[in-house]
Antibody
Framework: EVQLVESGGGLVQPGRSLRLSCAASGFTFDDYAMHWVRQAPGKGLEWVSG????????GYADSVKGRFTISRDNAKNSLYLQMNSLRAEDTALYYCAKGPGDFSLFFDYWGQGTLVTVSS | DIQMTQSPSTLSASVGDRVTITCRAS??????LAWYQQKPGKAPKLLIY???SLESGVPSRFSGSGSGTEFTLTISSLQPDDFATYYC????????FGPGTKVDIK
């Protein structure tokens, strides 16, 4: 059974940093692209960032480019999102999501999310 | 950037109704479109990919159609478990979601 478990969320002041993690199990992690998708409270879904199986292709939404960095450790079956210079508008539930194969596809499994609140 | 719109934003329906949700892209995305269902407090669930391919385990009352810029998700006979919010998502050029359609009880 595919499982994606996010962690690392919390309350952080504007301008500070936070690192999210996603622990994957139940599939061959290094065969698949992985992504972060966020959802602000009461709002819709927004793709944040994605990374191919070998980290050769990486992409970011314009809203986070230059502030967030995605990475993965295939030996640890883990996905990460380093979030710097956080803003109030980054407040959201952050989901880890698995792609079905290559980088530019849809998301077939999702974690339950970790909540990031940016507030002073 | 490709923009996605959905209509209606809210849909009130009864069990047994046939329900259709429309998704439009600001430019052609061929058939690179997925549909998701999200219930309150839960993660989204993939229903349809490549515009009309049913994800494994998804009931056959769900179907998708369309190509280019206009797409539809149809629920042939609405069931109690189907009251939720539905999102379309293009993956032709990076990724973008529609704003969602909430299906609630009439």
């Amino acid at each position: 059974e595919v499982q994606l478990v996010e962690s690392g969320g919390g309350l952080v002041q504007p301008g500070r940093s936070l690192r999210l993690s996603c622990a994957a199990s139940g599939f061959t992690f290094d065969d698949y692209a992985m992504h972060w998708v966020r959802q602000a409270p009461g709002k819709g879904l927004e793709w944040v960032s994605g990374i191919s199986w070998n980290s050769g292709s990486i992409g970011y939404a314009d809203s986070v480019k230059g502030r967030f960095t995605i990475s993965r450790d295939n030996a640890k079956n883990s996905l990460y999102l380093q979030m710097n210079s956080l803003r109030a508008e980054d407040t959201a539930l952050y989901y880890c999501a698995k792609g079905p194969g290559d980088f530019s596809l849809f998301f077939d499994y999702w974690g339950q999310g970790t909540l990031v609140t940016v507030s002073s | 950037d490709i923009q996605m719109t959905q209509s209606p934003s809210t849909l009130s329906a009864s069990v047994g109704d046939r329900v259709t949700i429309t998704c439009r892209a600001s430019q052609s995305i061929s058939s690179w479109l997925a549909w998701y269902q999200q219930k309150p407090g839960k993660a989204p669930k993939l229903l349809i990919y490549k515009a009309s391919s049913l994800e494994s385990g998804v009931p056959s009352r769900f179907s998708g159609s369309g190509s280019g810029t206009e797409f539809t998700l149809t629920i042939s006979s609405l069931q109690p478990d189907d009251f939720a919010t539905y999102y379309c998502q293009q993956y032709n050029s990076y990724y973008a979601f529609g704003p969602g359609t909430k299906v609630d009880i009439k």
